[in-house]
């Protein structure tokens, strides 16, 4: 992936991404899958909070954290806080 084919993701996009995950009973797999087919052009991975580290999240709502990913051409993913970088979501589910 280039930086031409990186997605334009806007801060409306994380917004209502995470408007949709935060009117949820529970987060799981089946969600990921629903959050693909309706942004085809972004990946989403699901894991634990204590999976981020120390790292700051992008946005955080009641319930989760939202972490952007950033993948290139030769690279491996990274995590960014570039809205123009993104091509992923982390959706990191807090612990109980």
Known sequence: ???ADTIAVGKSDIA?????LEGLEYID????????????????TLCSEDDMGEREPYESFCGFDLHLVT?????CSSL???LEQCTGIVVALHEE
């Open 1 to 3: 992936m280039t930086s």
């Open 16 to 20: 209502q991404i995470g408007a949709v």
């Open 29 to 44: 797999d089946d969600m990921m899958t629903r959050m693909r087919s309706a942004y085809p052009n972004l990946r989403f």
């Open 71 to 75: 993948s290139g051409e030769g690279r």
């Open 80 to 82: 960014t806080y570039h």
